[in-house]
């Protein structure tokens, strides 16, 4: 019964999916949008289709067959720092199968986490659903403690060490490069080698992206201050080149624009459903390097909810069955509960030698968002 009803989720999930389209790149913090009542359009640049709820409720065997105005399991108000893009239609999906209708603001994940911080105990948010451990790890403090039983779901690296927040799915960073131009033997062995005067001019990041912050913090915590400012200051001296988004660095790096990029590594293969021939690869930073950081997309419930029973469910949902294929079969994203195939196209979570560092340590995102601004790398 559980293969048949992931299976069902699985084409649920394909035909919301179709509707859409692929990257988003993160915006400035828009008006709330509610998923569940009204067709959803998707904004950025390079997603411009529509979500039709009306699609998924043609073929999946838990959506009601009578229409409300009024949910049945009441309202959800979600902060995420994902692309709309990315989790619309598993948000969509939700509210099909719980009865709970979800109000969403997308942004910038720093964005929204500075904003729940200054909103304070008068926050409208329920749940945070953030991009990465740093962003999460900022909000701890105003996040209730998360059930034993949910927490042992994700392996303990993934998890929170306080309890207060659990990664949903997994994001390794990874030098996606122009196999035109280079091989796997030509590329560096450590992210700190992109200083070097043979890079110079040849690499793309996105400063302002949050996974990109997230591994600076993770610079700073692992190496010291020292090290993050140098490294920063070097990568600016020898001319890397800047985009505003992970999935333009990928297009430029395919494009033969700029010949390396720092991303995540599920980029590419959203980039390869589009050009199956692009002509790019991903290189992994070998034997522990910070380069070869894996992050989490997680979720974290607000002590200030207004409805806790609905976060609850909703951060329940995001490790269950339906969600966790999602994130494997469409996002391309490591999926964090045992039991659930990755995209074979991608290198197993199991084989990255990542770096010794708690993800819990990475909260300190307003230092790195200083140290960013004090060298020059955002405004």
């Known amino acids: 019964m559980k293969l048949v009803r992931s299976l069902m989720l699985l084409l649920c999930l394909s035909i919301v999916i179709a509707a859409c389209g692929g990257e988003a790149t993160p915006t400035a913090v828009p008006a709330p949008t509610t998923a ?27 959506v009601p067959t009578t229409t409300t105005t009024e949910p049945a399991g009441g309202s959800l108000v979600v902060y995420s720092g994902r692309s709309e893009s990315l989790v619309a239609p598993l948000l969509e999906l939700f509210t099909q199968e719980t009865g709970i ?26 749940v945070f659903f953030g991009q990465d451990a740093g962003a999460l790890g900022a909000l701890s403090d105003r996040f209730v403690t998360l059930d034993r039983s949910l927490l042992n779901l994700v392996d303990p690296r993934f998890v929170s060490s306080e309890g207060t927040w659990v990664g949903a799915s997994g994001r390794a960073r990874v030098l996606v490069y122009n196999t035109d131009v280079l091989t796997s033997t030509d590329l560096p062995a450590s992210i700190l080698d992109l200083t070097k005067p043979e890079w110079k001019g040849r690499v793309a990041w996105a400063p302002t992206n949050g996974s990109l912050q997230a591994f600076v913090t993770a610079l700073r915590v692992s190496q010291g201050e020292d090290v993050a400012k140098q490294w920063l200051e070097g990568m600016i001296a020898n001319d890397v080149k800047v985009y505003e988004s992970n999935s333009a660095i990928v297009k430029a790096v395919a494009s033969g624009e700029v010949d390396t990029g720092l991303v995540n590594h599920y980029y590419l293969f959203a980039l390869k459903k589009e050009q199956p021939d692009a002509k790019a690869a991903n290189h992994y930073f070998g034997n522990g390097d910070i380069g070869s950081l894996v992050n989490v997309a997680g979720v974290g419930v607000l002590k200030t909810a207004k409805n ?15 969600a966790q294929l999602y994130f494997a079969d469409k996002t391309n994203e490591y999926p964090l509960v045992a039991g659930i195939i990755t995209n074979p196209a991608i290198k197993p979570l199991g084989e990255i030698i990542t770096p010794n560092i708690d993800l819990s340590n990475l909260k300190d995102l307003q230092g790195t968002l200083e140290l960013l601004q004090d060298v020059g790398a955002i405004q």
């Open 36 to 62: 569940a009542a009204t067709p959803t359009t998707v904004s950025a640049a390079e997603a411009t289709a529509t979500v039709e709820v009306t699609a998924v409720a043609e073929v999946s065997p838990t």
């Open 101 to 126: 209708a979800v109000e969403v603001r997308y942004g910038d994940t720093a964005e929204m986490a500075a904003q729940i911080l200054e909103e304070g105990d008068n926050s409208p948010a329920d």
């Open 308 to 322: 806790p029973e609905a976060a609850q469910i909703f951060a329940n949902y995001l490790l269950s069955d339906g």
